[in-house]
Structures are given as C-alpha cells and as structure tokens.
T-cell receptor, first 114, second 116 residues
Framework: AQTVTQSQPEMSVQEAETVTLSCTYD???????LFWYKQPPSRQMILVIR??????QNATENRFSVNFQKAAKSFSLKISDSQLGDAAMYFC???????????FGAGTRLFVKA | DTGVSQDPRHKITKRGQNVTFRCDPI?????LYWYRQTLGQGPEFLTY????????KSRLLSDRFSAERPKGSFSTLEIQRTEQGDSAMYLC??????????????FGPGTRLTVL
C-alpha cells in the first residue's frame, strides 16, 4: 500500500520570503509520479508541480521547485518570493505509473503575511 | 476549455434521503475520478472510470454508493440512505488518455454535502 505523510499541518511565511513544505511517502514500486496540488480557500484544486520518479533532476516551475530524494522517499516543495496569492492548502500526492488512483497527504495550510 | 464542472455545489439533506451529484469532465478527457474530502484531510479516492467502464472502486465506496458514466462523458455519484458520516466535499477530476502520461488530474470545484 502507498502512503503520503505531510507532517506540517500549518506553515507561515512572510511575503517575499522562501518557505519549504515537507512530504514523505512510502511505496514499494519504482515507477511513480509525485505531485504538489494547491487548494485555495473555496476554490478548486490545481496542480503546482509534478515530478517523475525516474528523473533525477528536480522539477521547477517559476517560483516553485522541489527537492526529490528518492532513496529517502522525501519530496519537499520550496516556494520562493512568496506572494499573498500563495496562501492555500497544499497537498502532496503520489500516483503509480499505470495505476488508477492518486494518494494524497493530509495537507499543509500555508499562511502568507503581508 | 471550460474546465471540470460539478452540480450542485452545495447539498443539504436529511439523514436517510438519497442524493445524486453530477460531474462534467473536460470534453476530451476520457478518464474520470471521484474523491471524498473531509475537513482538514486530503482527498480520498472513491472510484475511477475510463470511458464508460468503472475500472476501480475503493472499499470506501459502500453498497450505498453507486457511480455511473453511461456514455463516457458526464458521471453521476449517488448516495442512498445518507448518514451523517457522509457529510464531506465530493470532488470530481478528469484527465486525458495519454499513454505513459503525466497523470495530471484536473479537479472540479466539488459538491459539499451536509447530512442533518
């Protein structure tokens, strides 16, 4: 069975600063995808960034980057130059290659202070 | 691209009543997912359709729950004899069939169910 753990229920960051959200996962499979999804208050969930497990290079999308440590089964999200619009719930998720379902963590609520 | 839509957005019902939710995926997406999300938790997988075929169901989907996707386009999720524990946000997501694809799912806004 696959599991995803987010150990930080809440995080806070000052506008324009950098914050890192943590995620660990467990799977016995070698081929999978990892995701960070953002869910703003009362709005729908959107994909922030995606990492294929077979790629050693960490994914980057503008101000968002990940630190993927496959051996440690760790997948953290770094948000640089934080903006007020980054305030949301962030979910780490795991999907097996060729599988049908995505397993989500419990989420981290990010607050951005002006 | 109109995105994934869900109807209704909110539903309040009394315990024991039946409810039905609808999801309209992005038009070219043939894969459709239902999730349940309770307060303070991440989405939990309920079921998956590829076209009209329901290929996987979670054990969370008790016999009171049924989902259909009759023509491989929109989908419905029905809950019979609702219980207070069914109160949650029900999310629908879709994604295209793209081989060894990126598995990126596009989510709808959800239907919030409150069972009194």
């Amino acid at each position: 069975a696959q599991t995803v753990t987010q150990s930080q229920p809440e995080m806070s960051v000052q506008e324009a600063e950098t914050v890192t959200l943590s995620c660990t996962y467990d799977t016995s499979e070698s081929d999978y995808y990892l995701f960070w999804y953002k869910q703003p208050p009362s709005r729908q969930m959107i994909l922030v960034i995606r990492q294929e497990a077979y790629k050693q290079q960490n994914a980057t999308e503008n101000r968002f980057s990940v630190n993927f440590q496959k051996a440690a089964k760790s997948f953290s999200l770094k948000i640089s130059d934080s903006q007020l619009g980054d305030a949301a719930m962030y979910f780490c998720a795991l999907a097996l290659l060729g599988g049908f379902k995505t397993i989500f963590g419990a989420g981290t609520r990010l607050f951005v202070k002006a | 691209d109109t995105g994934v839509s869900q109807d209704p957005r909110h539903k309040i019902t009394k315990r024991g009543q039946n409810v039905t939710f609808r999801c309209d995926p992005i038009s070219e997406h043939n894969r459709l997912y239902w999730y349940r999300q309770t307060l303070g938790q991440g989405p939990e997988f309920l079921t998956y359709f590829q076209n009209e075929a329901q290929l996987e169901k979670s054990r969370l989907l008790s016999d009171r729950f049924s989902a259909e996707r009759p023509k491989g386009s929109f989908s419905t999720l029905e809950i019979q004899r609702t219980e207070q524990g069914d109160s949650a946000m029900y999310l629908c997501a879709s994604r295209p069939l793209d081989g060894w694809g990126t598995d990126t799912q596009y989510f709808g806004p959800g239907t919030r169910l409150t069972v009194l």
